[in-house]
């Protein structure tokens, strides 16, 4: 069997996911934490499935319940950085679409481009930029999932966004929404590129989401997109920008920002 949609059909028989979840950079820790009755399927072992190459993505998908809805997560997703085409980088979404889910909740480490972001914020998308130069949904359209010109104007619900914020008022946690915007990496930005971006009306800027999020749309999954500012956008601290401040944002933030998405899973 060459197919990973009926590879994953067989492996998952009786369990019909109802939520997506994607971890983005140092985020996969969630998946290890909060799923219960968790059955792993590693990307290795589904024919025809790309292979993670981060190194601290397992590369697996976790399946099980968070709040006894079942839910299907990507512990390390692809990146167009790694070289990928698009349609390999969205291929776990349309599996995801064609297994039934109905909400996807997509996570990302980001730079923060709005001044009053501090590292550790996390940020609910409102809408992204898509500064990829590029569109997933390049080349036959798939009219099972949805139309050839899907509407964007609302990609990201509105219902989770107002769900949130009670909720983060309740955690105490850096709280924000804003615009991300997708760049295709893996270099930084450049301090002028940073500038651009704000003047555009960029909040936050990162390598991935904005693929996953145009074909969920399409598909009419609802999605609710989270960043994790794990740093300044380049030129705004000074420093030099590295995985390393990523990863160590990311888990220091893990508390909070594994008790925003349980909860949100349960607006789901
Ligand atoms: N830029 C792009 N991607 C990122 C950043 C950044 O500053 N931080 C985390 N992912």
């Known amino acids: 069997m060459d197919n990973p949609l009926s590879f994953l059909s067989q492996s998952l028989g009786d369990f019909k996911p109802e939520i997506g979840l994607i971890l983005g950079s140092g985020l996969g820790f969630f998946a290890d934490q909060a799923i219960e009755d968790a059955k792993t399927i590693p990307y290795d072992t589904i024919p025809g499935f790309p292979r993670s190459t981060v190194e601290e993505h397992k590369g697996q998908f976790v399946i099980g319940k968070v709040l006894g809805k079942n839910v299907i997560c990507m512990q390390g997703r692809f990146h167009f950085y790694e070289g990928y085409a698009l349609d390999q980088v969205v291929l776990p979404i349309r599996i995801m679409a064609h297994l039934g889910i109905k909400t996807l909740f997509v996570t990302n480490a980001a730079g923060g481009i709005n001044k009053s972001f501090v590292p550790g914020t996390l940020m609910m998308l409102t809408d992204h930029i898509n500064f990829m130069g590029t569109n997933p949904l390049i080349g036959p359209n798939d009219d099972a999932l949805g139309p050839r010109f899907p509407d964007m104007s609302t990609v990201y619900s509105e219902r989770l966004r107002a769900a949130a914020r009670p909720i983060a008022n309740d955690l105490d946690i850096h709280f924000a929404e804003g615009v991300y915007l997708a760049c295709t990496g893996p270099s930084y ?34 999605v609710c997109g989270i960043s994790c500012i794990t740093n300044l956008a380049a030129g705004m601290s000074g420093e030099a920008l590295s995985h390393e401040e990523v990863t160590e944002t990311a888990n220091r933030v893990r508390d909070s920002f594994a008790s925003l998405l349980e909860q949100l899973i349960g607006h789901a």
């Not at 002028?192 to 971006?197: H, N, Q």
């Not at 693929?211 to 999954?221: D, F, G, K, L, R």
């Open 189 to 222: 930005e450049t301090p002028a590129e940073i500038g651009m971006f704000r003047t555009l009306g960029a909040d936050a800027v990162g390598m991935s989401t904005v693929p996953e999020a145009i074909v969920a749309n399409h598909a009419c999954i609802e």
